[in-house]
């Protein structure tokens, strides 16, 4: 398995170019198509959509307002991606969500950005990382605002035996595969050992150096306890599962993911 197609979340916030220039050197890395993905909902009237006719020019001079802001992030992109050879750009008019969702079925990893309170982005072109997650389909590799580049060459694979975790560790080969160093890690009171171990053993048979690591619980959350060992490992990336249900709407997460979506200090690759 490789990455053949990777897709990445564009929108006009000041951090995206960064996350545009990662997903860049990602693609360029690994031989893979890079394609921009944005959508932007003009800001209608209460009551008025894109087929709206009332309000004559105003409904017009929204719409040209949303369009000129996509010209604008395209522009953004094809800089900021300017070292790759490969590279696609896909727009619409409409909610940044649901075409991410429609456009994912050509990559193989979709780059989200995790939004800053100073990120300055458009509320119409805004692509939340959980709603992305959980809606997607694909393996998302979250990035923090600000961070430009993400080698994977220690990577801590945070473990937890559940089909999002197993999805996750599967997805994140063609990387695990690369990385120096792969530590599979596991906090619990029992004795889980041998079930790390043997996550371990089955990514050497993918050629990848992992190593296995049981933690007790410190007394703070398993996030923090991640954390920890990610600074301990001094691991660039954290590769797990995301688990969560919808409700009215909207995403409610576990306190894992919940807080590794918030807080995290390097990129995460999760899967759903």
């Known amino acids: ?50 087929t709206a006719v009332p309000m004559g020019m105003v409904i017009e001079e ?65 692509v939340e990382a959980g709603d992305a997650l959980m809606g997607l389909g694909k393996p998302v590799l979250v990035v923090p605002a600000g961070v430009e580049h993400v080698a994977a060459r220690r990577v801590l694979v945070g473990w937890k035996n559940t089909p999002q975790t197993r999805r996750a560790v599967s997805d994140a080969l063609p990387l695990l595969r690369r990385a120096e160093a792969v530590q599979v890690f596991r906090v619990s009171d029992g004795d889980d050992r041998a079930e790390i171990e043997d996550v371990a053993r089955y990514l050497a048979l993918h050629d990848v150096n992992a190593t296995a690591q049981l933690a007790k619980p410190s007394g703070w959350t398993v996030a923090d306890d991640v954390r920890k060992a990610t600074r301990d490992f001094d691991a660039d990336l954290i590769v797990t599962g995301a688990y969560g249900y919808s409700r009215l709407r909207e995403w409610f997460f576990g306190g894992v993911t919940r807080d590794l979506l918030a807080q995290a200090p390097v990129c995460c690759l999760l899967s759903h």
Request: hydrophobic share 45%; with cysteine; net charge neutral.
């Open 1 to 50: 398995m490789s990455y053949a197609s990777i897709m990445v979340a564009v929108d006009d916030g000041r951090h995206a170019p960064a996350r545009v220039r990662l997903a860049a050197e990602l693609a360029h890395r690994i031989g893979a198509r890079l394609v921009g993905a944005a959508a932007c909902m003009p800001d209608y009237p209460r009551g008025y959509g894109e």
């Open 62 to 126: 929204i719409r040209q307002a949303a369009l000129d802001r996509l010209a604008g992030v395209e522009q953004a992109f094809r800089h900021a991606s300017c070292l790759n050879d490969r590279v696609e750009w896909r727009s619409e008019l409409g909610s940044p969500v649901s075409f991410l969702e429609k456009q994912s079925r050509a990559a193989d990893l979709v780059v989200a950005g995790r939004y800053a309170d100073d990120g300055g982005v458009t509320v119409g072109m805004a």
